[in-house]
């Protein structure tokens, strides 16, 4: 019989969103916060943990490492030629253990939440980068809008294939779900069924940084054209020296901060270059302006946004609700591992 002293430490529910905002001088309350350096192993996460002193030196030995064998040129030209086809590979080959329910998006995101509320009216929401449906599905699960709309959208034809073969998909209890494959850095072509300005919310997550940075002004241009004035983009991504970025080994580089995975489908790791992406409005207004970075402003940030974005329209386009970066201490307790992982979450309305 296990005594009361050898008793395993309770769980610690995640209660809160864990994103610190750049404009917050402190973190959000959470539940999650490591107090005493001697409890780190009593439970698998915590939020806002600082890293280590030596993480400097860490990082600036990974990337020189990964920097000295960097990805052919011959084999750049074919993983960006057609990646759509290593995502289908990747699902085929994942069919029956890759998919995991999104549920954190409702805590992250509550607007996707008051969406699916019985008296919501008449609501459109994306989800581009659809994969299994892992953010779709849970939000049809828990929705009882009979008003909402959700679109899924992945250029990969397995992923999509998926989701449209889901005994939910043909049979929801409340709502629509439709689902179609289609390409977000395709030049002046809308998803099926979308036309400009009809759409209120896009979830985009992990989806930025799957794309080329050469593609992300025709992504973005192509989500603006498909929100209406004032609609939504919830956004989350890999953030720049999270654990996967430092962890990958030689030859897997394509450019600073963009890599191929074993798998051969693509990863960028972004910046929030905070003091450079972000400027106040004039005094009539309140709220933050999403702009480009000054040109020679920091070398963090990716060139391709230090001058406009290739087929997008002048920016600004999208006024800033939330930018933030969620830093999470994930602990292995059996292997007395400490893994620091990072992600970037923003919200953005487009403007009216």
């Not at 916060?33 to 990974?62: C, G, K, M, R, Y």
């Not at 998803?191 to 940084?209: A, K, M, N, R, Y």
Request: with cysteine.
């Amino acid at each position: 019989m296990t005594s009361p002293l050898e008793a395993k430490p309770a769980r610690i529910p995640k209660l809160s969103s864990s994103v610190h905002d750049i404009n917050a001088d402190k973190p959000p309350f959470g539940s999650r916060f490591l107090t005493q350096d001697s409890d780190v192993w009593t439970q698998n996460a915590w939020d806002h943990v600082p890293p280590p002193e030596d993480q400097t030196e860490t990082i600036n030995a990974s990337l020189a490492r990964q920097r000295l064998v960097p990805v052919p040129d011959d084999d750049k030209k074919n993983y960006n030629a057609k990646p759509a086809k290593y995502w289908d590979n990747f699902y085929k080959t994942n069919a029956d253990n890759f998919f995991r329910n999104r549920k954190w998006l409702h805590l992250e995101f509550p607007e996707l939440l008051a969406a699916a509320e019985p008296n919501a009216g008449n609501v459109t929401i994306c989800e581009i980068g659809c994969g299994a449906g892992n953010a779709a599905f849970p939000l049809l699960t828990a929705n009882q809008n009979p008003n909402l709309i959700i679109r899924a959208y992945d250029y990969s034809t397995h992923a999509v294939k998926l989701v449209q073969t889901s005994p939910l998909y043909g049979s929801p209890s409340v709502g629509k779900i439709e689902a179609a494959v289609w390409d977000l850095s395709s030049l002046d072509t809308l998803p099926p069924g979308v036309e400009p300005g009809t759409v209120d919310i896009i979830i985009l997550v992990f989806v930025l940084s799957a794309l080329h940075p050469d593609e992300w002004g025709k992504a973005i241009a192509n989500i603006y054209k498909m929100l209406k004035p004032g609609g939504l983009v919830l956004f989350r991504d890999y953030g720049r020296h999270d654990l996967t970025q430092l962890r990958f080994k030689s030859g897997r580089l394509l450019e600073d901060n963009f890599y191929i995975r074993g798998d051969k489908t693509r990863v960028y790791f972004f910046e929030l270059a905070s003091r450079h992406t972000r400027q106040r409005t004039p005094p009539t207004q309140e709220s933050d302006i999403l702009n480009l970075p000054s040109p020679g402003s920091s070398s963090d940030v990716h060139h391709n946004l230090l001058r406009p974005l290739a087929h997008c329209l002048p920016h600004p386009l999208f006024t800033i609700e939330q930018l933030g970066v969620d830093r999470r201490l994930l602990v292995n307790r059996k292997r007395q591992l400490k893994m620091y992982r990072i992600w970037m979450q923003g919200k953005f309305r487009k403007v009216e």
